[in-house]
């Protein structure tokens, strides 16, 4: 619901592609782009920027910060209004028939796991389902492939987060 509505998209070594972005020429149709990147060739390539930046993201990111320091009034008015979007629109878990309906089962099961579960998928609807019904307190506890769209990525994925991290290193687990 944000995307549609900003003036704005800051794409950070974005590829703007369809899974993320849905019908790329009806997302943010008014929006400027500024589009920064490592690799020069990505910019541009499916969504032209108005504002090409390549280069490390992370310096670009620092120096965007150091030149337009946020609007305290303006950043909370947008969080507002994305908040009020999320409940307005949120998922319904109603199951539409007597089977199982995997967005619920999936909102249960995030609800009943631990904080630090780590939750591998691997592609297609159900990797959308994942992403859009479970809930996350740290990157690192969703395990995809994400647009790359790589098939047989979940188990691997699963057998590497059992061994990690190692136990000198705080984190999940």
């Not at 090409?52 to 008015?77: T, W």
């Not at 009020?84 to 609800?111: T, W």
């Not at 506890?141 to 061994?163: C, D, K, R």
Request: glycine share 8%; net charge positive; aromatic share 8%.
């Amino acid at each position: 619901m944000a995307g549609p509505e900003s003036d704005l998209l800051l794409g950070l070594g974005a590829r703007f592609e369809d899974r993320a972005t849905g019908k790329l020429a009806e997302f943010a149709p008014f929006a400027r782009v500024v589009h920064i990147d490592a690799d020069a060739y990505e910019i541009s390539k499916l969504r032209s920027a108005d504002v090409a930046v390549p280069g490390n993201v992370g310096h670009a990111l620092r120096a965007l910060r150091a030149a337009f320091p946020s609007p305290k009034a303006h950043q909370d008015a947008w969080r507002k209004r994305c908040a009020q979007h999320r409940d307005r629109f949120a998922a319904r878990y109603d199951a539409p028939g007597q089977h199982i309906y995997a967005p619920a089962l999936l909102k249960r099961l995030s609800e009943l796991a631990p904080a630090d579960a780590v939750i591998a998928c691997d592609v297609g609807q159900h990797q959308m389902w994942v992403a859009q019904h479970c809930r996350f307190n740290h990157p690192r506890n969703h395990l995809t492939s994400g647009a790359l769209g790589t098939m047989g990525f979940g188990l691997p994925a699963a057998m590497g987060a059992q061994s990690w991290p190692p136990s000198s290193v705080a984190g999940c687990r």
